[in-house]
């Protein structure tokens, strides 16, 4: 019983530090002018997309570690687990700090 209210509220945690807090820092970089196409952007991204590869992957790596009579859970957290390491590293390089304004926009 524990694990399964852990794992709740790890959810309600997860999703309000990467959705929420996506929406919140795309609606600070976009200008005025394209914040409901960019909010649009991402939701798309990460509610369709993002959602659609997850799921395809998770069912690979599920289907990798089958084993008989069972699975090889700890394989198969440690594959996302590293995936998600990867992408951090890859936002914590590529990311700067810029606002876009409407002029930037115009030229």
Do not use: R
């Not at 694990?3 to 309000?16: A, E, Q, T």
């Not at 859970?73 to 914590?92: C, D, E, K, M, R």
């Not at 990311?95 to 876009?100: C, G, I, L, P, S």
């Amino acid at each position: 019983m524990w694990m399964l209210i852990l794992g709740i509220v790890l959810h309600g945690i997860c999703y309000d530090f990467f959705f929420v807090t996506g929406q919140i820092y795309t609606n600070y970089k976009a200008a005025d002018k394209i914040k409901s196409a960019a909010q649009g952007l991402i939701t798309l991204a990460t509610y369709g997309v993002g959602m659609m590869i997850g799921f395809s992957l998770a069912g690979k790596i599920t289907d990798q570690y089958a084993e008989a009579g069972g699975h090889a859970w700890t394989n198969i957290w440690l594959t996302p687990a590293a995936i998600a390491l990867g992408i951090l590293v890859f936002f914590l390089v590529i990311f700067k700090d810029e606002k876009v304004s409407a002029e930037h926009l115009k030229h």
